[in-house]
């Protein structure tokens, strides 16, 4: 039986194959996982290098978005995620019922925020900020994985450190906390609205 043309000879040196031979093992992996990859465990698994994954994964973006494709590459700091492009979320309503919006309070809200642009930071610092106690809405956060523990301080009791998720990055639209804005009032306003079309549950 003669083999299948479009599917890259594993016998093959990588050396001698081509960048688009790669499109569809990368593609295959990143639709079956369904969620975000680092580039580090696609390069170890196809023996290339971290800078050789990302060249072909701009690749296949570039051409994603030149060609009528429904899906997208969105790159998460050192991670990517194969994902529906935002006009086509019509059509799925129609197949899948539309998920509540949900509402954040502003005191989960305002603890985000402060987790955000502070991060790292302790729950001593969070609630130095606001006023008041805070754990119910850590709490809440933690259960969203919009924030996450990331070790200790290097202190007296070793407080936690809290910092944002790769689930608060694509909420939020942002590849990075480097790139979110300064925080006037309507820019919270508009990130406040996102993240409540993103997040499953009820505050």
């Known amino acids: 039986m003669a083999a299948d043309r479009h599917v890259p000879d594993r016998n093959r040196s990588n050396s001698i194959m081509e960048k688009r031979d790669y499109y569809p093992i990368l593609e295959s992996i990143l639709f079956t996982m369904g969620k975000s990859v680092e ?11 971290q800078e050789e994954i990302k060249q ?8 994603y978005s ?13 991670s990517v995620q194969l994902c529906t492009k935002p006009q086509y979320y019509e059509y799925l309503i129609r197949i899948a019922s539309r998920p509540q919006k ?3 309070s502003d005191s989960v809200l305002e603890t985000l925020s402060i987790v955000a642009y502070k991060q790292p930071v302790t729950r001593g610092e969070i609630e ?14 933690m259960d969203y994985d919009l924030i996450e523990e990331i ?10 450190l809290f910092a944002t998720t790769e689930e608060f990055l694509r909420c939020f639209g942002v590849s990075s906390v480097a790139e979110l804005p300064q925080a006037a009032p309507e820019q919270i306003m508009e990130f406040k ?10 505050v």
């Open 128 to 141: 130095r900020i606001r006023g008041v106690k805070s754990d119910h809405a850590i709490a809440k956060l």
């Open 56 to 63: 072909i994964l701009q690749d296949m973006a570039k051409e």
């Open 193 to 202: 609205e996102e993240a409540e079309s993103e997040i499953p549950v009820t």
């Open 102 to 104: 949900q509402v954040l």
């Open 39 to 49: 580039i580090k465990t696609l390069a170890e698994a196809l023996k290339l290098t």
């Open 151 to 160: 070790g200790r301080l290097d202190a007296p009791g070793r407080p936690v």
């Open 66 to 78: 030149e060609k009528q494709r429904g899906i997208q590459l969105v790159f998460l700091e050192d």
